[in-house]
Nanobody, 126 residues
């Protein structure tokens, strides 16, 4: 069973950058599609970005396209989310999620992911 641990969250000014990481344990990480979701206070959890396991193609929510970059390093069993040009509306708890179904497609619904990290807080001050 894969376990996920996020790190790298923190406080950053609007317009700044931050990179958060998700370290996975477990031998089958390379066959998991991975995704980042976020949840702001009083709002539902929403898809941010994901990356499939076969070709490592990323997919992004429209709200972060062009600003965020999702990548994975299978040798380090880690997924990254590089966040640039951060806005106050990016403030949220960011969760890493894994889809163990071996479907090689990034799905945007949270129910498609069966393994979750504990989350890391990202706060963007304006």
């Amino acid at each position: 069973q894969v376990q996920l641990v996020e790190s790298g969250g923190g406080l950053v000014q609007a317009g700044g950058s931050l990179r958060i990481s998700c370290a996975a344990s477990g031998r089958t990480f390379t066959r998991h599609t991975m995704a980042w979701f976020r949840q702001a206070p009083g709002k539902e959890r929403e898809f941010v970005a994901g990356i499939n396991w076969g070709t490592s193609n990323p997919y992004y929510a429209d709200s972060v396209k062009g600003r965020f970059t999702c990548s994975r390093d299978n040798a380090k069993v880690t997924v990254y989310l590089q966040m640039n040009s951060l806005k106050s509306e990016d403030t949220a708890v960011y969760y890493c999620a894994a889809d163990s179904s071996r479907i090689n497609v990034v799905r945007i619904t949270s129910s498609a992911y069966d393994i979750w990290g504990q989350g890391t807080q990202v706060t963007v001050s304006s």
